[in-house]
């Protein structure tokens, strides 16, 4: 990859420039789609994906600490990642440190550690994993210099712009999975966090969907929040909402709730006592 104005000016020295002129390391276009690191290093997982003509712009005051051949940008949330169970507290809250993945397997690539007073939205269950939606800014890293041997992995790229790091893999859904299109058995489910579920509300999102069926056994509750891939993650408790006969203006839409997660009393299915609801 070439970015001419940004290696000349480090060939002739003019590092100084740079620094006090960030404005210019985005003068120079991308000449090809490029992957977006999450390390100064080729070997670790690729966050993203810029397309040619990205005028990549450096993270403020990172040149000095960044390695030669690399630069640092910003690269904007909300991003997808995953967290096993035991990484999640009494009220599901991701733990400080804890590392949260691109994919729900453990030698998944690592997209960031948690930190304190991270804001996530709770999208989803994959067995011990948890899906959330991250909201906040990372820093990811381009590859500038010439490496040998150094092959930008731009395969995976979608035509058109910046794509997901490939491969954020979902896990398939299991014949009979209960979703808009099939019915039958859930998702997977299993005890969150410390002991189970949550004295705190929080924010979980996915699709509103109703759980009754003609000619099938009623469901413990009417309604149900289930994940992308039409997987039910729990059971909706709409007891405590007011004006419910407006319920179904909500139903196969995708929704943000607002309640308190607990297990149901027969059964490991998750229960979200819901506080508030909005479409998403």
Not at 21 to 50: M, R
Not at 60 to 65: D, W
Not at 182 to 192: C, F, K, R, W, Y
Not at 254 to 273: H, N
Request: aromatic fraction near 8%; hydrophobic fraction near 40%.
């Amino acid at each position: 990859m070439k970015i001419s104005l940004l290696r000349s000016a480090l060939a002739s020295g003019a590092f100084a420039a740079f620094c006090t002129f960030p404005a210019v390391l985005a003068a120079a276009p991308l000449t090809e789609t490029t992957a977006v690191h999450t390390k100064p290093d080729a070997a670790s997982p690729a966050v993203t994906f810029l397309k040619a003509g990205t005028e990549p712009v450096a993270v403020a005051g990172s040149l000095a600490s960044t390695p030669a051949g690399w630069m640092a940008i910003e690269l904007p949330g909300p991003f997808e990642g995953y967290v096993e169970n035991k990484d999640l507290t009494k009220s599901l809250d991701v733990k400080v440190g804890a590392p949260i993945r691109q994919a729900p397997k453990a030698d998944a690539g690592v997209l960031v550690l948690a930190e304190k007073n991270d804001k996530s939205t709770i999208t989803g269950l994959r067995g011990k994993w948890t899906q959330i939606k991250l909201e906040k800014n990372l820093t990811g890293y381009i590859h500038i210099g010439t490496t040998p041997g150094y092959v930008p992995p731009i395969a995976t790229a979608t035509a058109g712009g910046a794509a997901p790091a490939a491969p954020m893999e979902s896990a398939p859904v299991a014949p009979g999975a209960f979703g808009a299109a099939t019915e039958g058995s859930p998702a997977p489910m299993v005890n969150l966090g410390d002991g189970g579920g949550s004295a705190l509300p929080r924010q979980f999102s996915g699709r509103f969907v109703a759980t009754r069926r003609p000619f099938t056994p009623r469901r413990p509750y009417d309604y149900a929040l289930v994940d992308d891939a039409g997987r039910r993650y729990a059971y909706l408790d709409i007891s405590k909402l007011l004006l419910t006969d407006q319920i179904e203006n909500y139903v196969d839409h995708p929704v943000v709730v607002f309640g308190t997660a607990r297990t149901a009393a027969t059964s490991k299915d998750l229960v979200i006592e819901i506080e508030s609801l909005q479409l998403r």
